[in-house]
């Protein structure tokens, strides 16, 4: 097979080979993860011909240089013209060589970077490897063999399972599987590479094809892992296209020969690349990193946090205490008096005491982590503490009140962090006299579990104190998203209006049972009204009270949840709410006595009800949050729209594959959206204004992604 191997011009071949005694050693160096890029391809491709053409060489060994093998496909290459040679025929290439050929495994060897391993003819890989087919996470299957020589080297359900899940696997549980035949004693990748290979030539070890494997030789073992891994994805992929592809393509491997299955493969992963999934997917992939990269971040050297207190021990608190101790930190917390010390701390228990429950932590390990935990009634337990995370009662004297204490007993240089959700924050900075060491810290309940952090950044904060939030951030394995301060920060602003929308939505004619599914169906995995149950109506009752006196009383205001509310009836924990739980039902069922209120509501507010189709409503639902989102960058509360997106990804269960809601907009069209606002606007204009950002792209022409630049 002829393959295009020549380097682009001007630039060194990030692949070098270099011959070590009988061993041609190939090593991929192309930072920051040796993704195979086109030149990559080149340069492997080049070095198996060269190894095939040399009488010298007698084994190929190849490693990638720096802290990974290779991560894989060079994800930034998707959706462009492709370039040859293609993946697959390289796999093929160094499948086919005549010489062995062994792949040495340090760091990452995921997606295409395995199945470079996995058309190699011998594996080995070192304690700290990372192997994985994560494909599906980017809305796509292994596309350059792996649906073919996974299953035929590690059987169906296990290449199933990899596959499906797109999990990481260690260097043990791989070879386990016989993913890899050997697991290096040292971590010295080179070394134990080279000396396998030696090995292996001493023993004249023959070229091994994994295309003739015969992991799939029992064909009714075989067939029974397909069927059952179809019968799970179908019943739980919501809407996802790529996993059942994925089945299919294990399908051919069994049915197939090996060149029809890989043509089988290719033709799926290409409608899987030109998925508008593959696309929401791989944005939201870079996104979440983007997000990490602040100006401050860049700029300024974060602070030590070596302890934290944490102030309150509620459920946010208490979630809050368990995220911290889970990085390894130690926590003091505190409570006003003994009584809700213990309380705080029964908390933190009752989440480890759930993960013995499970089998998922010993007794031994939660003590070693509860002798993390301190508590105290006295501020001045926090005297020495490089940060802090104020928890309590949501209102502003109280907010001020806790850091009136903190401020005179931290540290000079500690972090005063606060978790209020939509409170003004440079008014509880500039209360203090140390307002350059506020900021915000904004979780997302469970706190423990979330992986969303809005790090909100107020006027007078100094830029190291941002850049410590972002390091904890990392440290608590949290996705940070940078904030500015207005009511509700990124996400609760924006979803305050798109629930409005669904009030509205509501009074004019749809149920909420089909609001829910219909957002259900858009890929959410809940509706806003079963969140709302799980959540505790009472909740948003109280905040609609505080905020009665400032409402605009010439806003439409839907009075249903109240009415609920008025009853008692606050979700899941009272049994009832917008859906009945008989019986402490985690799924609740639809109640004739909501839908009377509802109709009542729509009588006395003289509307006569309209029936909306499930698209209907997410036109509108979506149209409402594109346009707050749109307002949150304009007013630079956002840094970008990617920061949107990330914001309702993590913390607000958007459906991935779709993107993010900014994301989402550009495969829509702003100037449909727009079109749909203005619309909907000839009926009630105050609540449907255009936002100005909206307006404006698409006078340009333009769209979000359009602003969405590194910083
Ligand atoms: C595939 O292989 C398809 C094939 O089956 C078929 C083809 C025909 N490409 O995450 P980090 C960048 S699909 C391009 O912060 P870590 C990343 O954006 C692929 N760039 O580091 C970041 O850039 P920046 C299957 C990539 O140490 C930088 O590298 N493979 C790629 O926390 C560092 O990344 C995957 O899905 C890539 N493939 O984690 C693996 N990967 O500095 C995806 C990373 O500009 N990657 N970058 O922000 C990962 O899971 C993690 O990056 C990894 C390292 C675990 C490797």
Same mark, same amino acid.
């Given at each position: 097979?002829?393959?295009?191997?020549?380097?682009?011009?001007?630039?060194?071949?990030?692949?070098?080979?270099?011959?070590?005694?009988?061993?041609?050693?190939?090593?991929?160096?192309?930072?920051?993860?040796?993704?195979?890029?086109?030149?990559?391809?080149?340069?492997?491709?080049?070095?198996?011909?060269?190894?095939?053409?040399?009488? &010298?060489?007698?084994?190929?060994?190849?490693?990638?240089?720096?802290?990974?093998?290779?991560?894989?496909?060079?994800?930034?290459?998707?959706?462009?013209?492709?370039?040859?040679?293609?993946?697959?025929?390289?796999?093929?290439?160094?499948?086919?060589?005549?010489?062995?050929?062994?792949?040495?495994?340090?760091?990452?060897?995921?997606?295409?970077?395995?199945?470079?391993?996995?058309?190699?003819?011998?594996?080995?890989?070192?304690?700290?490897?990372?192997?994985?087919?994560?494909?599906?996470?980017?809305?796509?299957?292994?596309?350059?063999?792996?649906?073919?020589? &996974?299953?035929?080297?590690?059987?169906?359900?296990?290449?199933?399972?990899?596959?499906?899940?797109?999990?990481?696997?260690?260097?043990?549980?791989?070879?386990?599987?016989?993913?890899?035949?050997?697991?290096?004693?040292?971590?010295?990748?080179?070394?134990?590479?080279?000396?396998?290979?030696?090995?292996?030539?001493?023993?004249?070890?023959?070229?091994?094809?994994?295309?003739?494997?015969?992991?799939?030789?029992?064909?009714?073992?075989?067939?029974?892992?397909?069927?059952?891994?179809?019968?799970?994805?179908?019943?739980?992929?919501?809407?996802?296209?790529?996993?059942?592809?994925?089945?299919?393509?294990?399908?051919?491997?069994?049915?197939?020969?090996?060149?029809?299955?890989?043509?089988?493969?290719?033709?799926?992963?290409?409608?899987?690349?030109?998925?508008?999934?593959?696309?929401?997917?791989?944005?939201?992939?870079?996104?979440?990193?983007?997000?990490?990269?602040?100006?401050?971040?860049?700029?300024?050297?974060?602070?030590?946090?070596?302890?934290?207190?944490?102030?309150?021990?509620?459920?946010?608190?208490?979630?809050?205490?368990?995220?911290?101790?889970?990085?390894?930190?130690?926590?003091?917390?505190?409570?006003?008096?003994?009584?809700?010390?213990?309380?705080?701390?029964?908390?933190?228990?009752?989440?480890?005491?759930?993960?013995?429950?499970?089998?998922?932590?010993?007794?031994?390990?939660?003590?070693?982590?509860?002798?993390?935990?301190?508590?105290?009634?006295?501020?001045?337990?926090? &005297?020495?503490?490089?940060?802090?995370?104020?928890?309590?009662?949501?209102?502003?004297?109280?907010?001020?009140?806790?850091?009136?204490?903190?401020?005179?007993?931290?540290?000079?240089?500690?972090?005063?962090?606060?978790?209020?959700?939509?409170?003004?924050?440079?008014?509880?900075?500039?209360?203090?006299?140390?307002?350059?060491?506020?900021?915000?810290?904004?979780?997302?309940?469970?706190?423990?579990?979330?992986?969303?952090?809005?790090?909100?950044?107020?006027?007078?904060?100094?830029?190291?104190?941002?850049?410590?939030?972002?390091?904890?951030?990392?440290?608590?394995?949290?996705?940070?998203?940078?904030?500015?301060?207005?009511?509700?920060?990124?996400?609760?602003?924006?979803?305050?209006?798109?629930?409005?929308?669904?009030?509205?939505?509501?009074?004019?004619?749809?149920?909420?049972?089909?609001?829910?599914?219909?957002?259900?169906?858009?890929?959410?995995?809940?509706?806003?009204?079963?969140?709302?149950?799980?959540?505790?109506?009472?909740?948003?009752?109280?905040?609609?009270?505080?905020?009665?006196?400032?409402?605009?009383?010439?806003?439409?205001?839907?009075?249903?949840?109240?009415?609920?509310?008025?009853?008692?009836?606050?979700?899941?924990?009272?049994?009832?709410?917008?859906?009945?739980?008989?019986?402490?039902?985690?799924?609740?069922?639809?109640?004739?006595?909501?839908?009377?209120?509802?109709?009542?509501?729509?009588?006395? &507010?003289?509307?006569?009800?309209?029936?909306?189709?499930?698209?209907?409503?997410?036109?509108?639902?979506?149209?409402?949050?594109?346009?707050?989102?749109?307002?949150?960058?304009?007013?630079?509360?956002?840094?970008?729209?990617?920061?949107?997106?990330?914001?309702?990804?993590?913390?607000?269960?958007?459906?991935?594959?779709?993107?993010?809601?900014?994301?989402?907009?550009?495969?829509?069209?702003?100037?449909?959206?727009?079109?749909?606002?203005?619309?909907?606007?000839?009926?009630?204009?105050?609540?449907?204004?255009?936002?100005?950002?909206?307006?404006?792209?698409?006078?340009?022409?333009?769209?979000?992604?359009?602003?969405?630049?590194?910083?």
């Amino acid at each position: 097979m002829a393959l295009d191997t020549a380097a682009s011009p001007h630039s060194a071949s990030p692949v070098t080979h270099e011959l070590r005694g009988k061993v041609l050693l190939v090593t991929v160096d192309n930072p920051p993860v040796n993704a195979l890029g086109v030149d990559v391809r080149r340069g492997l491709a080049a070095a198996i011909e060269h190894a095939e053409a040399d009488a &010298a060489v007698q084994a190929v060994l190849i490693v990638g240089a720096g802290r990974n093998f290779i991560a894989g496909a060079d994800i930034r290459e998707f959706g462009k013209p492709p370039q040859s040679p293609a993946l697959p025929d390289v796999c093929n290439r160094i499948e086919a060589s005549h010489k062995p050929v062994i792949a040495a495994i340090h760091g990452a060897a995921l997606g295409g970077g395995l199945e470079i391993a996995l058309a190699s003819h011998y594996r080995l890989a070192v304690a700290g490897a990372k192997l994985g087919l994560p494909e599906v996470q980017l809305g796509l299957l292994p596309g350059a063999g792996g649906t073919q020589r &996974a299953p035929r080297l590690i059987g169906a359900e296990a290449a199933l399972s990899l596959m499906l899940s797109g999990k990481h696997i260690g260097a043990q549980e791989a070879l386990k599987l016989g993913l890899v035949d050997r697991v290096g004693s040292s971590d010295d990748v080179l070394a134990e590479g080279l000396a396998y290979a030696q090995e292996l030539l001493a023993a004249h070890a023959p070229v091994r094809r994994t295309r003739d494997a015969q992991g799939l030789a029992e064909r009714a073992a075989a067939q029974a892992a397909i069927d059952a891994a179809r019968a799970d994805t179908t019943k739980k992929s919501r809407g996802l296209f790529s996993p059942l592809k994925i089945v299919d393509c294990v399908q051919a491997a069994l049915d197939q020969s090996f060149e029809e299955g890989q043509r089988t493969e290719r033709k799926l992963f290409v409608e899987c690349l030109d998925s508008p999934q593959r696309a929401g997917l791989v944005h939201a992939f870079f996104a979440e990193r983007e997000v990490q990269k602040t100006p401050e971040a860049k700029t300024a050297k974060p602070r030590a946090i070596e302890t934290v207190g944490v102030v309150g021990g509620g459920t946010m608190g208490a979630g809050i205490a368990v995220a911290v101790l889970d990085a390894g930190l130690p926590v003091t917390m505190i409570e006003r008096d003994d009584a809700s010390l213990a309380r705080g701390r029964a908390h933190v228990e009752k989440v480890y005491d759930g993960l013995i429950a499970k089998g998922r932590m010993t007794p031994e390990a939660k003590a070693a982590i509860l002798a993390r935990l301190s508590g105290s009634t006295s501020y001045d337990a926090l &005297a020495q503490v490089d940060l802090v995370i104020e928890a309590v009662f949501e209102e502003m004297g109280v907010k001020q009140a806790v850091f009136a204490e903190l401020d005179r007993v931290c540290k000079s240089g500690a972090v005063l962090a606060t978790n209020t959700s939509y409170l003004d924050i440079d008014a509880i900075a500039n209360s203090v006299k140390r307002p350059q060491d506020v900021i915000g810290l904004h979780f997302f309940s469970p706190a423990n579990i979330m992986k969303l952090l809005e790090v909100v950044v107020p006027k007078q904060v100094s830029a190291d104190v941002v850049a410590t939030a972002f390091e904890l951030a990392k440290k608590l394995r949290k996705v940070p998203v940078r904030a500015g301060v207005c009511d509700g920060f990124i996400g609760n602003r924006v979803l305050a209006v798109y629930r409005t929308a669904a009030d509205h939505l509501m009074e004019d004619g749809a149920s909420p049972y089909q609001i829910d599914k219909a957002v259900r169906e858009f890929g959410y995995p809940m509706g806003p009204y079963q969140v709302v149950d799980l959540a505790g109506g009472d909740i948003g009752w109280a905040t609609r009270k505080r905020r009665a006196a400032t409402r605009d009383p010439k806003a439409r205001y839907v009075q249903i949840a109240d009415r609920l509310c008025e009853r008692g009836w606050f979700g899941q924990k009272t049994g009832r709410g917008f859906y009945l739980y008989p019986d402490g039902a985690r799924v609740g069922t639809p109640d004739p006595e909501v839908e009377a209120i509802v109709r009542t509501e729509r009588e006395r &507010a003289g509307i006569e009800p309209r029936s909306f189709t499930s698209e209907q409503i997410m036109r509108r639902y979506m149209a409402a949050m594109i346009n707050e989102g749109a307002n949150v960058v304009h007013e630079k509360i956002a840094l970008r729209p990617l920061d949107v997106d990330v914001t309702f990804l993590y913390g607000y269960g958007f459906p991935r594959h779709r993107g993010g809601p900014m994301h989402y907009a550009d495969t829509v069209g702003l100037a449909n959206v727009l079109a749909d606002i203005r619309e909907f606007a000839k009926e009630d204009p105050l609540f449907w204004k255009p936002s100005p950002l909206l307006v404006e792209l698409v006078e340009r022409g333009a769209n979000f992604a359009s602003l969405n630049q590194p910083l």
